[in-house]
């Protein structure tokens, strides 16, 4: 087992993302639909995977939701701490660790991923971050807001008018990956598959 460290550069990745998802989640958090702020973060969050690898960008989502805990308001709408876990959109904050993961173990399993390797791992990331993100949503909401007469279906009614903006953005991410890849993997050394 090759042994593998973080480079400054690596590190800036991680932090520049950290950064991007924080951005993400309040440059358009002001508008909301049933309490869910409309945010930029499954781009960040799918992008990270895609250009940084599973480990690297998984650990950017890792990074962003641990200083959101501990107490910069990084979060939608400027929030954070540990609150954020008992609301409905603590799902989503946890499925951009899960999507990033995927998504850069997609692209890792190409020696030279293409347009349509990029196409999927993005989209398969886009599937987690609703599956769990809406999961859990709903769960929120029927069990800690009282809402109880909540059904799943109606959760994800309440996500498609996101779903037609998450779906603009993933085919941009997917349609931008192939150009900025190969730049930023000739940098980084921290991937799934060590050098040769």
Known sequence: MVKQRFRALDITYVAMFA????????????????SIPLTLQTFFAILAGALLGSRLGSLSMIVYTLVGFLGVPVFAKLSNGYAAIMGPTFGFILSFIILAFVTGKIVEAKSKPTLTTFFIACFVGLILNYVIGTTYMYASFKYFLGMEDLTYLEAWKWMVVFLYKDIAVTVLAALLCPKVYKAVNKTSKLTSKPAA
């Not at 950064?19 to 049933?34: D, H, K, Q, V």
């Open 19 to 34: 950064a991007l998802m924080a951005i993400g989640a309040n440059a358009t958090s002001f508008i909301t639909i049933a």
